[in-house]
């Protein structure tokens, strides 16, 4: 079993630095660096207060499933990132390209997936036709973690059933 971690914790390693190093161009600094911001506490909370204060109907309801799935999402997050202290990549690895002001907490769960997912995954549900554009969006904030050199793979991943699970329990648990 132990040589099954090993090797997962190596492909992981290999993707992170494929998509930090291999990826990395000028250009996608330009895109990756803000898109990464819509998982932000800024972009998340505004847009859901925005949503669910000033929304006509049906939308102010999701903006307030949207507001509850990224509230209650973080708290898992707290909880783990305690438990499970994992060093960010850029502290971890050796010449891992980062941006301006990189984090030092603990990487795992990666918060900014978790709340682009809790908040994407509503809007979702309640128009299937937005899964073209969110799902995109919600992949590229994760990758652009990576990008950034601030979380694993895995961090995104777990970041991802999380919000995504809390706003699919919210919106079942609303109906």
Known sequence: MTRVI???????????????????????????????????????????????????????????????ALSLSHVPVAVIKRLYPRIRPHLALPNIYTFRKPLMDHSFPSGHTTAVCSVAVPLMIANPVLIWLLLPVTSIVAVSRMYLGLHYPSDCLAGAFIGAGTAVSIVALWT
């Open 6 to 68: 090993a090797w997962l914790g190596h492909q992981e390693r290999q993707l992170f630095v494929w998509i930090n190093h291999r990826m990395h161009h000028r250009k996608l600094n330009l895109v990756l660096y803000p898109i990464t911001h819509l998982g932000g506490a800024t972009f998340t909370i505004t847009f859901t207060l925005m949503l669910a204060l000033f929304a006509p109907a049906p939308w102010e309801t999701i903006g307030w499933q949207c507001l509850i």
